[in-house]
């Protein structure tokens, strides 16, 4: 990371901490529901990107990532599938080399494959074309950044893209509690284990932070008892 980069990023968590003091006094001074009009809702509608956006810009700019005992690493994302990540790391023997492919639970990356191989050869461009490899954010910290949007004019919720098999689906923390919900189901469910976001991850891959008016569901899909539904 440059310096300029680094003062740039230290700049963005000074306005994040600042802007979350003044939603507080704010809060305090006045608990009437801000309209989508009031410049305060798209204030809070903008602080609640800027974790995401500090990720991102991370992803992109971080070199310590890497290890450096001469492994390589490979990464990647493909459609409803979890995040990958292939290593090779060489062997003590300096002619065999260990090959590791990972998956990302949500939590952490698990080993699905382990082999040794040989003759190795690597190819890769003269300049740096791509992000390093970094985890990505846990199911855990997903979860932090959509708590306490519920009461914004279009709050944040985490989205699981749709597969062949299943729908859309969406969860949302209402009051403190997490609801799921996918767009052809007939009513949300409370998700109480995150181990259940975990299997959803495995079969739809790595979710994503959206505002709701971005899903094809509604702030009434997740409103209503699942017992009068």
Not at 63 to 70: E, K, Q, S
Not at 183 to 209: F, I, N
Request: proline fraction near 8%.
């Amino acid at each position: 990371m440059t310096d300029t980069q680094a003062r740039a990023l230290e700049t963005l968590r000074d306005i994040d901490t600042r802007l979350h003091r003044l939603f507080e006094a704010v809060d305090e001074a006045d608990e009437t529901t801000a309209t989508p009009a009031d410049p305060l809702a798209t204030l809070r509608r903008a602080r609640s990107q800027i974790d995401a956006a500090l990720f991102e810009h991370q992803r992109r700019t971080d070199d310590r990532t890497l290890p450096d005992n001469g492994s390589c690493v490979l990464q990647w994302d493909l459609p409803r599938t979890p995040p990958r990540r292939l290593i090779l790391d060489p062997d003590n023997d300096g002619n065999t080399w260990t090959r590791r492919e990972l998956e990302w639970t949500g939590e952490s990356w698990r080993i699905c494959g382990r082999d040794s191989v040989t003759d190795v050869a690597i190819s890769a461009p003269a300049e740096p074309q791509y992000p390093n490899p970094i985890d990505p954010p846990t199911i855990e910290t997903q979860l932090d950044w959509i708590r306490g949007t519920w009461t914004h004019p279009d709050p944040d919720v985490l989205v699981f893209d749709a597969t062949a098999t299943t729908e859309q689906g969406v969860l949302g923390a209402v009051d403190d509690e997490l609801r799921y919900r996918e767009a052809d189901s007939p009513q949300w469910v409370t998700v109480t284990d995150e181990a259940a976001l975990s299997h959803h991850l495995q079969e739809q891959g790595q979710p994503t932070v959206r505002a709701l008016s971005e899903t094809s569901l509604a702030r009434h899909h997740f409103t209503p008892s699942p017992l009068t539904r």
